[in-house]
């Protein structure tokens, strides 16, 4: 038997947490401007994103415990007050045919027969994740791709990258207008410039991916 501990950070909950994060410190700053006493204007504002950015992490990850045994793999989430996670039903080694795993080391999902089991542990806590993946690996005979052979593979990966190429031009296009028209802004330049970087680093994955 072996036993294999993972953090689980699911890309779902992670991609709407990227989406909330921006309207929750815009609440911030504003709720900040209302607030007379320098003292209060500081700390609720502080006070309100740390109790967000907590709530947040508990919404996004999961504990989950995996045992492998007999050829067969159960899987055991730690149980939460709330935003539990669903659970997955046991699964056979044997009926495994392909492993989606990013960058060698964060394995997204195990698609099987007639299923897919989502995961996606991620870079941070990752405790036996690449033990896991060595596991699997050794013990199966699937394949091995990542996400965006998946995307590839059902022809959304054109459309992403065509999609993302708009959004990068349109970005630097309306930085540059604004920074020109309304001069340097702190609080835009601080956000906006990891946003094109993130773009850029999926634009050059995308086309790479789209040569192969």
Do not use: C
Not at 16 to 32: D, E, G, K, R, S
Not at 60 to 88: M, P, S
């Amino acid at each position: 038997m072996d036993q294999f501990n993972l953090t689980i950070f699911r890309q779902n909950r992670v991609i709407l947490i990227v989406f909330l994060i921006p309207v929750f410190i815009i609440t911030a700053f504003l709720f900040a401007s209302v607030i007379k006493t320098t003292f209060l204007k500081i700390l609720l504002p502080l006070i309100f994103l740390s109790l967000i950015g907590f709530s947040l992490l508990y919404y996004a990850v999961g504990y989950l415990t995996i045992i492998a045994k007999d050829r067969k793999l159960e899987f055991h989430w730690q149980r939460k007050i709330i935003f539990n996670y669903r659970i997955i039903d046991p699964a056979n080694l044997d009926q495994i045919k392909t492993l989606v795993i990013d960058q060698d080391r964060i394995i997204r999902k195990i698609i099987m027969n007639d299923r897919e089991i989502i995961l996606g542990n991620g870079n941070l806590l990752r405790k036996d994740a690449s033990r896991f993946i060595d596991y699997l690996l050794k013990e199966t005979q699937s394949k091995k791709i990542d996400s965006w052979d998946v995307w590839k593979e059902r022809g959304w990966l054109i459309i992403a990258y065509r999609v993302n190429t708009i959004i990068l031009v349109l970005s630097i296009v309306i930085l540059t207008i604004y920074a020109f028209v309304k001069g340097f802004n702190y609080r835009l330049f601080m956000f906006i410039p990891l946003m094109i970087t993130q773009l850029l680093l999926y634009q050059g994955q995308m086309r790479r991916k789209l040569k192969n």
